[in-house]
């Protein structure tokens, strides 16, 4: 069974970047899609980021060409580096480990908080 465990989050004024780690335990790490998904309060649940195990990337159109989703198969590792962020990206991220391709999985990490200041 594989379990998720997020790092990273924290407050950062806008235009600054922040590093999530998502680290798994377990050893079907490198066969999961693993994705990135955020929820700002009041709001659902919505997609980030995600990267297939090929390496293959998705990202949500607010996300392009500012965060960058990879993952270390050799560390169970998935990073979601976020850069020029802004107060609207503020929200709890959550991990997300699936064997389905553009369907997030039933695992979930307990999520980190991050806060963008204007």
């Known amino acids: 069974q594989v379990q998720l465990v997020e790092s990273g989050g924290g407050l950062v004024q806008a235009g600054g970047s922040l590093r999530l780690s998502c680290a798994a335990s377990?050893?079907?790490?490198?066969?999961?899609?693993m994705s990135w998904y955020r929820q700002a309060p009041g709001k659902q649940r919505e997609l980030v980021a995600a990267?297939?195990?090929?390496?293959?990337?998705n990202y949500a159109d607010s996300a392009k060409g500012r965060f960058t989703i990879s993952r270390d198969n050799a560390q169970n590792t998935v990073y979601l580096q976020m850069n020029s962020l802004k107060p609207e990206d503020t929200a709890v991220y959550y991990c997300?480990?699936?064997?389905?391709?553009?369907?997030?999985?039933?695992?979930w990490g307990q999520g980190t908080q991050v806060t963008v200041s204007s």
């Open positions: 997300n480990a699936g064997i389905n391709w553009g369907a997030s999985g039933l695992l």
């Open positions: 990267i297939s195990t090929f390496g293959i990337t």
């Open positions: 377990g050893s079907t790490f490198r066969n999961r899609h």
